[in-house]
């Protein structure tokens, strides 16, 4: 059927088909990924075996002794730990209480942001000012803030397009830059969570160069009573936090490939670093079993490509981007030899949607993608699509990227937090998406013109 419908949609478009040979691998790959449970036994193990990993960890570099190994049983060449610098931080006590009379309190649950400062041995204790988005924080003068702990109240609308993380990560990013400039003593921050549930989600922030004040998430709970308090009246909150900074470490990332006939490279990317507080299992171990998987598949039930597929699992996503950067350093004389670019960061739901950021002479590649996804349902996306983060220094390198867009209906419930477990993850989209990734990638690697190149994107627009 599949064939049927990719030659018919072909027909429509006056096209040419890639090789009929390339179907056939692609079919093979398709029908064997779909009855293969090693997707779901890769993510497993690393959420079970290895656990919370971040970046500079203990838990870090036992992950990189896991992928290295595992990498090397799927049967992977040239599996090696490339040099990575990484930054090294800790987060310690964390109380966060609503004071409601006197002496007398109730505990919110609170998690602070990565790379949060601590408050000192005595903790702060303050009254609390509510907002309920960037702007309103802006407006607000040094008069009103000063001493004050800023709380700013926004709630993250689910979507199946991670829209409402865009909306809300300006918030986390930016929020305590801005309360610190107005000499706020702490900022509180609705976790950006979808889950209506006692579990924070943690994430970076960017101070930037205002003064640095404690900055925490509380959970969506913790954020109802708070509001439920200032709707009632004023609320005070008492916070205490320790966190430490420590000396940057050496560590590693790992790459691993399937041999082309030449060097050039298509990439497919996510990152083996979590936040330290989750086991990480949709982000991103998910991730992690995708694009290893899609590897693996190819090496099983395909023949040589004509490029190298290359696999890297990135050091530090969530904490500076380290690994990204150090890729690219430590790739550079090779930067111009890679082809295309592909990351799997969205979790395990089912791949919904083809994003491209493709030069014009690529435009038949990107409708024998579609074609061959046809049994997916995925459809056309945006063709300016930024794909994802660790993959953003090759974009803008001019690498063409895709972006395969995972179903984040759910994601969003348990991402950077102590809920992103196995029991979550989609068996069936991880399956799927090791097949969208291996059909892509296996096209791209055989792909019989060049894919060109790309001026580096415009910059995202500030928040
Ligand atoms: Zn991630």
Redesign the pocket.
């Known amino acids: 059927m599949k064939f049927m419908g990719a030659a018919l949609l072909a027909a429509m478009l006056g096209m040419s088909l890639p090789a009929a040979a390339a179907d056939a691998v692609v079919d093979r790959l398709q029908q064997k990924i779909a009855q293969d449970p090693y997707p779901e036994y890769l993510a497993t193990t690393l959420v079970n075996e290895v656990g919370p990993r971040f970046a500079g960890s203990d838990g870090y570099e036992h992950a990189v002794l896991w992928a290295l190994q595992k990498l090397s049983a799927a049967g992977l060449k040239n599996v090696r730990a490339e040099p990575v610098i990484l930054p090294r931080w800790v987060r310690g006590e964390t109380r966060v209480e609503l004071v409601t009379s006197g002496v007398d309190s109730l505990p919110l649950t609170a998690v602070a942001l990565g790379g949060s400062v601590g408050t000192d041995e005595y903790g702060v204790e303050a009254d609390v000012i509510r907002v309920e988005s960037l702007e309103q924080l802006r407006q607000l003068s040094v008069v009103q803030v000063r001493g004050r702990v800023v709380f700013i109240d926004w709630r993250m609308p689910r979507t199946r397009d991670a829209s409402g993380y865009g909306q809300g990560y300006p918030l986390r990013a930016f929020g305590p830059a801005e309360a610190g400039k107005r000499g706020a003593a702490a900022i509180l921050i609705r976790t950006l969570s979808t889950a209506n549930d006692d579990a924070p989600h943690t994430g970076g922030t960017l101070y930037g160069d205002a003064p640095k004040i404690p900055a925490l998430a509380l959970s969506n709970l913790a954020a109802d009573r708070l509001a439920a308090a200032l709707r009632a009246g004023a609320a005070t909150v008492r916070i205490k936090l320790h966190t430490h900074e420590l000396g940057a470490v050496y560590s590693s990332q790992v790459v691993a490939e399937v041999p082309g006939q030449t060097s050039d490279i298509v990439l497919l990317g996510a990152?083996l670093d979590s936040w330290d507080v989750t086991p990480g299992a949709d982000?991103?171990a998910a991730?992690v079993a995708i694009v290893s998987s899609a590897a693996r598949a190819i090496m099983k039930y395909a023949k040589k490509p004509k490029r190298t597929i290359r696999v890297v699992l990135y050091a530090n996503?969530?904490f500076g981007g380290s690994g990204a950067k150090a890729y690219a350093e430590t790739h550079a004389d090779e930067l111009g030899r890679h082809v295309l670019a592909m990351e799997a960061?969205l979790g395990s739901g089912p791949v919904w949607r083809l994003g491209t950021r493709l030069p014009l002479q690529a435009e038949y590649f990107r409708r024998a993608l579609l074609a061959a996804l046809a049994p997916y349902g995925t459809e056309d996306g945006p063709r300016d699509d930024r794909g994802g983060s660790d993959i953003g220094v090759l974009r803008d390198a001019g690498v063409p990227v895709l972006a395969p867009l995972q179903d984040a209906t759910r994601y969003f419930d348990v991402h950077h937090a102590t809920t992103d477990t196995v029991d979550h993850l989609d068996r069936a989209g991880l399956r799927q998406n090791v097949a969208v990734y291996a059909t892509a990638a296996w096209i791209a690697a055989n792909w019989a013109e060049p894919i060109g190149r790309l001026p580096p994107p415009e910059p995202a627009p500030a928040p």
Do not use: I
Request: glycine content about 14%; hydrophobic content about 0%; proline content about 0%.
């Open positions: 990152h982000d991103d991730g996503e969530e960061d």
